[in-house]
């Protein structure tokens, strides 16, 4: 039985005994490309697969479907949902809960062992077999962190390379004047599409500080300087909440690599605070107290 | 002329802000480069003022509040203190001298340690000269060197 098999069938099921009353996963879309499904009807369920495309990180769709009890009377839009989660993915559902977007109960999650996402993926007809995406490269991880059903059987770890890792060395070594150089490179290109926030599982405020009009203290300008306040503030708020799933950069048009700011916060929240998001359901060190050893 | 830095010194209103007061009443000497904005708590400074306070063409940016343990409102500045590591550990990777943004510790009876700090800091940011981090709008004027001030007689 394929992945894509088990998958169907535990959807089948979830969706019959009335468990759950959607079931999000992938599909095959148009020109044999990877996307996002969204399963109600029980004889819809064939439409579900599992493949190497498979990038996308269904998790962002949670908090807008789910309610923490608190906030809707005890039903949100839609009770129970069932998601396709992959090992990165599923940290994304620990940062939600630790700041309770919804509860563990509204969820039913379908964990799958994944031996990596091929560069191109999301795209028309990807290299199914091609070299995988950077950050899957430097992956060690195989089954998900939390799951209710896990499909598949983790695949060994094998020659582990780290591109992102050797950017960011790369990085560092450089002057901080040479940095800031590249980096206002990469901010110039921007067109604040949104698309990194709006992808994010981890930006979910009703609205985000950098579009509002009212603010004081962010600009809206699409100027060099505002736009660097942008990328380098949703980084910030990222602290302790990126997953580094790095749908963000995946979806930026201009080619902007976010994930080496997300990386840089990864790194240090890991070695202030020995932190690392999405591991376990509590919130990120930068909203806390200090303990005992920090003061 | 002695390169003088633009230093913007975010102060909490309970303990640096009345240790600067102290320093000014005790006639201790720091330097003019400071400009002070008075905050309710250290917790209050957010990352986005530090770095809206570095795009309006701040040299240097000081947090001063209070010791740990004394925070007027319990743990305001326990937030701060861990908020402020990866924001220095941001704003290096984003291409500014870590050296340009400080968070200390001033309770209110600290007037001399208010100074030193501040000199401290004064003369960290004159040695890396001007900062190059703002992008828009034009180059602000320099700070001219005030006159010194007259000695007061009797």
Redesign the interface.
């Known amino acids: 039985m394929t992945l894509s098999t088990e998958i169907r069938e535990k959807a089948r099921e979830l969706l019959a005994s009335g468990q759950v009353r959607t079931v999000i996963g992938y599909e095959e879309g148009l020109r044999g490309r990877t996307r996002p499904a969204f399963v109600t009807d029980v004889d819809d369920v064939e439409r579900l697969v599992w493949n190497r495309a498979c990038t996308h990180n269904l998790t962002t769709y949670l908090p807008g479907r789910l309610r923490p009890p608190h906030q809707s009377n005890g039903a949100g839009p839609d009770e129970r949902v069932a998601i396709v989660a992959k090992p990165c993915d599923s940290r994304a559902i620990n940062v939600h809960l630790a700041e309770q977007r919804y509860t563990r109960d509204q969820l039913h999650i379908i964990g799958v062992a994944c031996a990596g996402i091929v560069e191109g993926a999301g795209e028309s007809r990807p290299e199914k077999d091609g070299p995988l995406q950077a950050r899957c490269q430097a992956c060690t991880e195989r089954t998900p962190v939390i799951y209710d059903t896990l499909i598949g059987e983790a695949p060994p770890v094998t020659e582990v390379a780290d591109p992102v890792g050797e950017k960011m060395a790369e ?2 070594a450089m002057t ?9 490179g990469h901010f110039d290109r921007c067109l604040r599409c949104y698309a990194c926030r709006q992808v994010c599982p981890a930006c979910n405020c009703p609205t985000c ?1 950098y579009e509002r009009d009212d603010s004081l ?2 600009g809206m300008a699409i ?4 736009k ?2 942008f990328h ?2 949703r ?2 708020h990222l ?2 909440r990126c997953i580094g799933c790095d749908e963000c950069e995946r979806v930026c048009p201009v080619n902007i690599p976010i994930s ?2 997300n990386r ?2 990864s ?3 890991e070695r ?2 020995g932190f690392r998001a999405g591991e376990a359901p509590v919130p990120s ?6 303990s005992g050893e ?2 | 002329m002695m390169f003088e830095p633009r230093i913007i010194g975010f102060l909490c209103t309970w303990c640096s802000y009345t240790g600067a007061d102290l320093a000014g009443t005790s006639r201790l000497q720091s330097p003019w480069n400071l400009r002070a904005v008075r905050v309710p708590c250290s917790g209050r400074v ?4 530090i ?2 306070a570095f ?1 309006e063409g701040a040299d240097g940016v000081l947090v001063l509040g209070c010791h ?2 004394e925070c007027h409102y319990d ?1 305001g500045n ?2 701060t ?3 402020m ?3 220095h ?9 870590p050296e340009r943004l400080r968070l200390d510790w001033v309770s209110a009876s600290e007037g001399e340690r208010f100074a030193r700090i501040v000199s401290e800091f004064t003369e960290a940011v004159r040695e890396l000269g001007p900062c ?5 709008g034009p180059a602000l004027p320099r700070p001219e060197l005030a006159p010194a001030p007259a000695e007061r007689g009797g």
């Open positions: 990085l560092e901080p004047a040479g940095r800031m150089e590249f980096w206002l500080l203290w962010t100027r060099l300087q505002e660097r306040a380098l503030g980084a910030y602290a302790g080496l700011l840089c916060l790194a240090e929240l202030s605070y060190p930068v909203t806390t107290m200090l920090e003061g | 957010s990352p986005e003022l770095m809206r795009d740990i343990g743990n326990h937030r203190a861990k908020r590591p990866p924001l550990a941001l704003l290096a990777f984003a291409g500014l001298e190059r981090w703002r992008r828009a």
